[in-house]
Structures are given as structure tokens and as C-alpha cells.
């Protein structure tokens, strides 16, 4: 549905909601269905989506914010980073890792989901790597520097580092 407005000076805006499962109005399956980047499932399983590098980082955000260390490191990681892990602390280590910074890698990762509309996040493309940076004028502030990411062979990306 179109909405306008019209503002003081008559500029006349037109606009039409984004649905928020619909992953800025990008994706979708052909049959009218909103492409949806995370499910959960009735019996609890949660399914994370991501076929841009910008889905990775709405994923990690919502874990983040929920606290769902699990769900990151079983569904978004990508598999050589799990298997670092796991060659090492396992998600113990990966989860106290992620408690530690859950902060910082949010505010980075919260900067990075508002400036897509400004274009304040840079995404250099590296053959299946995509590293995500806030542009140098906005991104001195933060901990955290980049978040890279990884495209499978079936074309979803997940998280491969956080820099």
C-alpha cells in the first residue's frame, strides 16, 4: 500500500511500508510471500536466512540482543569458523567469547544496520568473502572495525569474523 504526505513546504513524499520480515523489500520466494531472514519454528528451532551480507547482520543483531549464543554459533557461523572454534573452546568458549563483547559487537553491528540507508557501510567484495565496514568518517568510535562474512556454495552468507 502507497501511503503520501505532503510537507510544509509541499514537497509531496511518497512511500510504502517495508514489512520487517521482508529484509528491506529485497528477497522473496516468487509467490508474494515477504522473504523471511530468521523463522522459528513451533518446536522451538530457529531458521536463520541470509542471501546479502546485510541479513548476516540482522541475524547477528537479533541474537545479540537476545542473548541467543547458541543459535549464532550453530546457525550463522560459517563452517571454518566453527571448526576453529571447536578445535579450541567450543561454544563455551565462543559464548563467553560473545558475552564478553556482546556490547561492542552490538553497537558496531546496530551503526552498521542504521547507516545502510546512507550508505555509511562499505562492503568490499573479496571472491566468496564480503568484509562490512562502517565508512572511516562514521566508524572511528567503535571496538569492533569490520564484520566479515562468507558465501556458501547454495548462496547464503554467514558470519566467518569479527574484526
Given amino acids: 500500500m502507497v501511503t503520501q504526505t505532503t510537507l510544509e513546504d509541499g514537497t509531496v513524499v511518497y512511500f510504502e511500508p517495508v514489512s520487517a520480515t521482508s529484509s528491506y523489500g529485497r528477497g522473496g520466494d516468487g509467490k508474494g510471500e515477504p522473504f523471511k531472514i530468521r523463522e522459528e519454528r513451533e518446536d ?48 563455551d568458549g565462543f559464548a563467553a567469547y560473545m558475552r564478553k563483547n556482546q556490547i561492542e559487537i552490538a553497537r558496531l553491528t546496530r551503526r552498521m544496520l542504521s547507516g545502510l540507508p546512507h550508505q555509511d557501510v562499505k562492503f568490499t567484495r573479496q571472491g566468496d568473502f564480503t568484509r562490512c565496514q562502517l565508512r572511516p568518517q562514521v566508524g572511528g568510535q567503535f571496538a569492533f572495525k569490520a564484520i566479515d562474512v562468507l558465501r556458501q556454495a547454495d548462496g547464503q552468507y554467514k558470519l566467518h569474523m569479527i574484526q
Fill in 44 to 91: 522451538g528451532e530457529v531458521i536463520l536466512r541470509a542471501v546479502l551480507p546485510e541479513h548476516v547482520l540482522m541475524n547477528l543483531f537479533n541474537c545479540l540482543r537476545l542473548g541467543e549464543y547458541d543459535v549464532l554459533y550453530d546457525k550463522l557461523l560459517s563452517a571454518p569458523t566453527r571448526q576453529a572454534w571447536e578445535a579450541t573452546t567450543g561454544l
